[in-house]
């Protein structure tokens, strides 16, 4: 009984793999195969769709634009998120518990909801067209649960530090910088997962935001896939590459993610 449903957790993962599978033969497969006869894995694979990517500046300048505006949103968030949660974990002031409730009412909203009046704001301050533009937009979404995570690791730290940090003379920065940053590393590790995670998929405001020079390669894909329907083994292979920055950062803070998710209770 135990083996069969040992299994069940194989197959799900087997059923939600698919998609990538398929995305995968079809950015190897020629057009002619695609529109073919239907086939579970490429018979005349080719690396041809990629080489166009690489070979367009369009494309991987489009990658690089995301890079960018994907990891200045990320630093944004952090570098506001760890103080004014350090603040709702230890300080309780007037209002306090109800502006942190309201702040997942902003977390909510659907981006295309806010999109003519945060392209407006930008328009007006001549940001249109630059790389902040696109970070600060994004981080309207991102540092409420940015806060919101880093709360409750601020909270699981005791508060009897803060008083130690004191007495052996340590100012706020230091007592940051020496005790608290290390203590919640694997939170930090998992807002910051989340905020990329967002800014990287993000489309709407990404493509509002910009015109000509940093443009993402989301809204590339989103003017290849309208103007040439049919090209769908670029659109495939380009896919393929936007999956691999997230595989990176999986990787890279893998242990931190997994304390992080289970609350600091795996070593």
């Excluded at 309780?92 to 704001?121: D, K, N």
């Amino acid at each position: 009984m135990n083996q069969r449903f040992s299994i069940v957790p194989v197959f799900y993962l087997a059923f939600l793999l698919i998609p990538l599978y398929w995305l995968l033969t079809m950015s190897f497969k020629p057009m002619k195969e695609i529109a073919g006869q239907l086939t579970l894995y490429p018979k005349s694979p080719t690396l041809n769709h990629y080489q166009v990517i690489f070979s367009d500046s369009s494309w991987y300048l489009g990658y690089l634009n995301a890079t960018i505006y994907v990891l200045m949103n990320v630093a944004i968030c952090l570098a506001a998120a760890i103080p004014a949660a350090y603040a709702f974990s230890r300080y309780h002031f007037f209002g306090s518990r109800s502006l942190f409730f309201s702040l997942l009412a902003f977390r909510m909203m659907s981006p295309a909801i806010l999109l003519i009046p945060i392209v407006q704001i930008f328009s007006d301050l001549n940001l249109i067209d630059t790389y902040i533009a696109v970070a600060l937009a994004h981080c309207f979404f991102n540092l409420p649960i940015a806060i919101w995570i880093l709360e409750g690791f601020i909270s699981s730290v005791p508060a009897e530090l803060d008083e130690l940090a004191r007495i052996d003379g340590y100012n706020l920065a230091t007592y940051f910088r020496k005790i608290l940053l290390p203590e919640i590393a694997p939170g930090i590790a998992v807002a910051a997962f989340f905020c990329f995670l967002f800014s990287w998929t993000e489309v709407i405001l990404s493509n509002a935001l910009t015109t000509i020079d940093v443009k993402p390669i989301g809204a590339i894909m989103s003017r290849v896939s309208s103007v040439f329907t049919a090209n769908v083994p670029i659109l495939s292979a380009a896919g393929v590459l936007t999956l691999i920055p997230g595989i990176l950062i999986v990787i890279l803070v893998r242990r931190h993610l997994t304390r992080g998710f289970s609350m600091g209770r795996v070593d």
